[in-house]
């Protein structure tokens, strides 16, 4: 299965979508997605879902989501009886394929700029909108999450755009180095590619 969080929250078997079910039992997979490795408690996963307002059966409503998931997942999610963990291999969601891709291409930006160009497009061809779109980010799990994952997602459009101007090519990318400097202006890095490109 392929977990896809860069947008809007999916699963696919092959070509086939999953169905979720409704936003809660989704919002309970986005949490274990947002853990993963770790294992998160059934009292973590209620303030996740309802925040300070729980339902009395919030214990018994969470524990039928996680059995309706593990039907879905087929047993992907491991359980102790108190705290549960999803099961992912290192590619199966593309919020890994963009971490290892950022780390890859951080390393070659300087050896080899097409390859980091070729690598990043890849990676940032994934993006489907903002990370857990739909799901809502008022979960404090969620919200790490979707934190860390955009900042993974400016740095690998930093690094493109810095592969860019290591091959001469500041001319096609002023305008997106300007765009990015104007939607995050304390970005250091961005600025220092926006002076380079300017320059040449």
């Given at each position: 299965?392929?977990?896809?969080?860069?947008?809007?929250?999916?699963?696919?078997?092959?070509?086939?979508?999953?169905?979720?079910?409704?936003?809660?039992?989704?919002?309970?997979?986005?949490?274990?997605?947002a853990a993963t490795p770790d294992e998160?408690?059934?009292?973590?996963?209620?303030?996740?879902?309802?925040?300070?307002?729980?339902?009395?059966?919030?214990?018994?409503?969470?524990?039928?989501?996680?059995?309706?998931?593990?039907?879905?997942?087929?047993?992907?999610?491991?359980?102790?009886?108190?705290?549960?963990?999803?099961?992912?291999?290192?590619?199966?969601?593309?919020?890994?394929?963009?971490?290892?891709?950022?780390?890859?291409?951080?390393?070659?930006?300087d050896v080899d700029p097409p390859a980091?160009?070729?690598?990043?497009?890849?990676?940032?061809?994934?993006?489907?909108?903002?990370?857990?779109?739909?799901?809502?980010?008022?979960?404090?799990?969620?919200?790490?999450?979707?934190?860390?994952?955009?900042?993974?997602?400016?740095?690998?459009?930093?690094?493109?755009?810095?592969?860019?101007?290591?091959?001469?090519?500041?001319?096609?990318?002023?305008?997106?180095?300007?765009?990015?400097?104007?939607?995050?202006?304390?970005?250091?890095?961005?600025?220092?590619?926006?002076?380079?490109?300017?320059?040449?």
């Open positions: 299965m392929r977990y896809e969080f860069l947008g809007p929250l999916r699963v696919l078997d092959g070509e086939r979508t999953v169905e979720l079910g409704g936003p809660r039992q989704q919002r309970v997979l986005a949490v274990l997605l998160v408690s059934v009292d973590r996963l209620i303030d996740e879902v309802w925040g300070e307002d729980p339902p009395d059966t919030a214990s018994h409503v969470i524990r039928t989501y996680i059995s309706n998931l593990r039907q879905t997942l087929d047993g992907r999610i491991q359980s102790d009886g108190r705290r549960y963990r999803l099961e992912l291999d290192g590619d199966e969601s593309d919020a890994s394929v963009l971490t290892e891709a950022v780390r890859a291409a951080r390393s070659m930006v980091a160009i070729e690598q990043l497009d890849s990676v940032l061809s994934l993006l489907r909108g903002r990370p857990f779109e739909g799901i809502g980010d008022d979960a404090p799990a969620i919200r790490i999450e979707v934190d860390r994952l955009e900042e993974q997602i400016l740095s690998a459009r930093e690094l493109r755009m810095e592969a860019a101007l290591a091959i001469g090519r500041h001319t096609d990318h002023l305008t997106d180095i300007e765009s990015l400097v104007d939607a995050h202006p304390l970005r250091e890095h961005a600025s220092e590619l926006l002076m380079i490109a300017l320059y040449r």
